[in-house]
Antibody
Framework: QVQLQESGPGLVKPSESLSLTCTVPGGFISGYCWSWIRQPPGKGLEWIGC???????NYNPSLKSRVTMSMDTSKNQFSLKLSSVTAADTAVYYC??????????WGQGALVTVSS | EIVLTQSPATLSLSPGERATLSCRASQSVSSYVAWYQQKPGQAPRLLIYDASSRATGTPARFSGSGSGTDFTLTISGLEPEDFAVYYCQQRRDWLRTFGQGTKVEIK
């Protein structure tokens, strides 16, 4: 069982950057791709991307120009930064673990609202 | 990008009835489909992976089938806790995509 916990500001102004952190209390497990998924209110799921323990990343091309993922193994955390946000980026953001393509464990989600 | 189309959008059934949910891929994804259940205010939960393998803790009333482009999630007898939204997801392509979801509601 892997526990995940998202944290970060719940309100971000348009054109600014959204930053979220996912804490993994039990530490990182090699072989997982540490993932971010988002869900606009009342809508479906969108895969944002993931980062491996090695630091290599895969990003959704629709967001690639604005997304940066990073990992801090000393703090058992991985992070998402999304730049130049608009109202369309308002969503619940989930961190999750991906093992051979399946998203096994999820955080509880963090609602981020983009508004001035 | 592989597009997953789920049908129907909403399924209205009574407890005890059988639910059949469909997921169709825009191109072959082999057997690389997972199914998730999401209840209001909760994160999605993995139910089925690789089309037909139940995840740890998934009740036996949930079964998955299919390969190529057509996949089915079957709930053999709906329990009250099964009324939720269900999503399929593919891992055939490195760009992971989800279907738009099927809501199973109480009739």
């Amino acid at each position: 069982q892997v526990q995940l916990q998202e944290s970060g500001p719940g309100l971000v102004k348009p054109s600014e950057s959204l930053s979220l952190t996912c804490t993994v209390p039990g530490g990182f497990i090699s072989g997982y791709c540490w993932s971010w998924i988002r869900q606009p209110p009342g809508k479906g799921l969108e895969w944002i991307g993931c980062i491996y323990y090695s630091g290599s990343t895969n990003y959704n091309p629709s967001l690639k120009s604005r997304v940066t993922m990073s990992m801090d193994t000393s703090k058992n955390q991985f992070s998402l930064k999304l730049s130049s946000v608009t109202a369309a980026d308002t969503a619940v953001y989930y961190c999750a673990t991906e093992s051979t393509g399946r998203l096994d464990y999820w955080g509880q989600g963090a609602l981020v609202t983009v508004s001035s | 990008e592989i597009v997953l189309t789920q049908s129907p959008a909403t399924l209205s059934l009574s407890p005890g009835e059988r639910a059949t949910l469909s997921c169709r891929a825009s191109q072959s994804v082999s057997s690389y489909v997972a199914w998730y259940q999401q209840k209001p205010g909760q994160a999605p939960r993995l139910l089925i992976y690789d089309a037909s393998s139940r995840a740890t803790g998934t009740p036996a009333r949930f079964s998955g089938s299919g390969s190529g482009t057509d996949f089915t999630l079957t709930i053999s007898g709906l329990e009250p806790e099964d009324f939720a939204v269900y999503y399929c997801q593919q891992r055939r392509d490195w760009l992971r995509t989800f279907g738009q979801g099927t809501k199973v509601e109480i009739k």
